[in-house]
């Protein structure tokens, strides 16, 4: 019998209540002599179980997610769990964290992986001809086995720890990518305190193994952090991914299997939107709170939406952090607009609402973002609610005017100019890129170890693109509204048709820009990982390739700050985070560099 879609509306919602993930217990290893921590190490393994996602009249669903030995916050007890998301692990300032990976899924892929793309393959099979076969029944030799690999969304890490999309490995490590080494991934953790996330990175495969679970978040802590006291901890202190999925009536999930252009790409479409939204694994939760301030981290961990969240009765709130750390000030806000895997740390004040008041986080972003639909208020439209306790009310705490130090950062090589571009082919869509280029072309961003680069990104696209830089966090420096039209003319006469067989030829936006540049809003002056990029518009980033924390003074080029050798192993790459996307082809590797070579870019500058 053929599965039904499930309607959203038939889901009562707030009956789930809140899962708020347990925190990985490490082993931790200690110098003999003095006692100091010298590393927390972790064996954290990916397998399919059944997880409640829906409320309980529901069957459970199927997913895959993390496992390993946990320590409940509360109790204090310490037991094995599986979960989706994952556990979270809690790192330290300064204390490096050890992690082995484990791919332990033997079953198929949930959904239908698509042969067409560049991805994985790890049975190297040919790629099919049209007319393709209908999922299901497809290609089994593409369903399994599953290829998996780990990023740690944010990290400043050697490429070779970065989980490189072709460093996948299949269970009991059978079968690896062309860049594959080692399963065991080291994390300095030396950077700024921040909600970072881990997630599946495999090549042509993340957003499938994302949306069946593969995510969980990593929380860098500073324990002398002064500004901390200041801010809600412990059960106050609550992480939060919010991500949307659909479901079929026996409650697996549902992602489809007909693509857009299925004469070219028989399963992917550049874009999937779920009808219910999902709070830590768990459909439209109720979260009981006390009448006092919380700080909640968000993230949008969606593959491909865009939210904009509000209180449902017009309070304020405060962010106090974006990706990469705290921002140089708390910023007040009604509304907040987080792409995929952008990251917010927000201020929440309950202390004066009355006992048994609830109030719903909503979501009034436009889908596609930001010409589509407006959100359904019926479904999409909410996030979850917050019911308020009947404990005595908890004065709020001052936050501290300043809250963080950002450097300033001056390029000290040439500007690098990169485009978003749409491939169309006789039967339509055909992939999204990056220059132009798809993945397997040739490097062509090189970064000079220490260096500071100013990039302009140039969104040739009808649609915002959430751009994420492995390695750095970086600073937006502005944004700028250009002529698209006559932009794009241009740059079709000097490079041709994307996709480009040839190396880009940069163009400048230069002569086509139009008004003044914009500064970024006060909540995105901090530190960054993932930026949103608009249609018709050009967005410059300063990118330094040095430490969050490096002194201005030290970082410059030709010196690497870093404590390991960012020019050793495979690389790393930047890409659209709408994961379908990035899946087909809005991805390209870059390479960072030592200086050889490099000292004319730096004279023509001066």
């Keep these: 019998m053929a599965k039904v879609e499930l309607d959203p509306l038939l889901i009562p919602k707030y009956v789930n209540q809140l899962f708020v993930p347990p925190v990985y217990k490490p082993v931790t290893v200690k110098d003999q002599k003095t006692g100091k921590e010298i590393s927390h190490n972790y064996t954290i393994t990916m397998s399919q179980f059944m997880q409640q996602i829906l409320p309980k009249k529901f069957p459970k669903t199927t997913v895959w997610g993390f496992e390993g030995k946990v320590t409940d916050q509360k109790s204090g007890k310490t037991y094995y769990q599986h979960s989706s998301p994952g556990a979270t692990i809690k790192a330290v300032k300064g204390i ?11 079953e198929q892929n949930l959904f239908a992986v698509d042969p067409t793309l560049h991805w994985a393959n790890p049975n190297n099979m040919p790629m099919p001809e049209p007319p393709f076969l209908p999922y299901p029944e497809g290609y089994p030799l593409a369903q399994s086995p599953v290829p998996l690999v780990v990023h740690v969304h944010g990290a400043e890490v050697r490429s070779d720890s970065d989980g490189y999309p072709d460093s996948w490995f299949t269970a009991g490590e059978q079968k690896t990518g062309s860049t594959f080494t080692k399963s065991r991934y080291s994390y300095p953790n030396e950077q700024e305190a921040a909600t970072l996330w881990y997630h599946d990175h495999t090549l042509g495969l993340t957003r499938l193994n994302v949306y069946a679970g593969l995510a969980g978040f990593y929380l860098i802590n500073n324990p002398k952090d002064s500004s901390c006291d200041y801010l809600p901890s412990g059960e106050y202190d609550v992480p939060l991914v919010i991500q949307d999925r659909s479901f079929y009536d026996d409650g697996s999930l549902l992602y489809p299997s007909n693509g857009i ?9 550049p874009g999937f939107t779920g009808n219910t939204i999902m709070v830590n694994g768990r459909v439209w939760p109720n979260f009981k709170v006390e009448p006092r301030q919380y700080r909640f981290r968000l993230l949008n ?23 990469g750390g705290l921002l140089p000030q708390p910023v007040e806000l009604k509304e907040l ?4 895997a952008e990251r917010a740390d927000i201020i929440v004040d309950f202390s004066m609402l009355a006992a048994g008041e609830a109030i719903i986080l909503e979501n009034i972003a436009n889908t596609p973002f930001p010409n589509g639909a407006p959100a359904d208020p019926e479904t999409v439209g909410q996030i979850m609610k917050f019911t308020v306790s009947d404990k005595c009310p908890v004065v709020p705490k001052k936050i501290p005017d300043k809250l963080n130090t950002i450097p300033k950062l001056i390029p000290n090589v040439l500007n690098t100019t990169v485009t978003l571009n749409v491939a169309v082919d006789a039967t339509g869509l055909s992939e999204l890129l990056l220059n132009g280029q798809m993945w397997h072309a040739p490097v062509s961003e090189e970064a000079i170890i220490g260096s500071t680069v100013e990039w302009e990104i140039v969104n040739m696209t009808n649609g915002a693109h959430p751009i994420h830089i492995h390695l750095i966090q970086f600073l937006i420096k502005n944004r700028q509204n250009y002529d698209s039209v006559k932009y794009a003319e241009e740059w079709t006469k000097l490079n041709g048709t994307p996709p480009l067989e040839n190396p880009t030829v940069t163009l400048s936006p230069e002569p086509y820009l139009q008004g003044d540049p914009i500064e970024p809003p006060l909540n995105e002056t901090g530190w960054k990982d993932t930026v949103l990029v608009m249609p ?24 690497n700050l870093f404590p390991f050798d960012p020019s050793y192993g495979p690389g790393y790459v930047w890409h659209c985070h709408i994961i379908d996307h990035e899946d087909n082809d809005m991805m390209r590797p870059y390479k960072v560099v030592p200086c050889i070579g490099c000292d004319i870019q730096i004279d023509k500058l001066k």
């Design 337 to 340: 607009l987080l792409s995929p």
């Design 536 to 559: 018709n518009q050009v967005t410059r980033l300063l990118i330094r390739y040095a430490p969050q924390e490096a002194k201005e003074k030290d970082a410059r080029p030709c010196v």
């Design 301 to 323: 961990g969606s593959n491909s939406r865009i939210y904009k969240f509000k209180l449902s009765n017009n309070q304020s709130f405060t962010q106090i952090s974006s990706d």
């Design 261 to 269: 252009n299925p004469q070219l790409h028989p399963y992917w479409r």
């Design 96 to 106: 490096p964290v050890n992690v082995q990976w484990v791919n332990a899924i033997t």
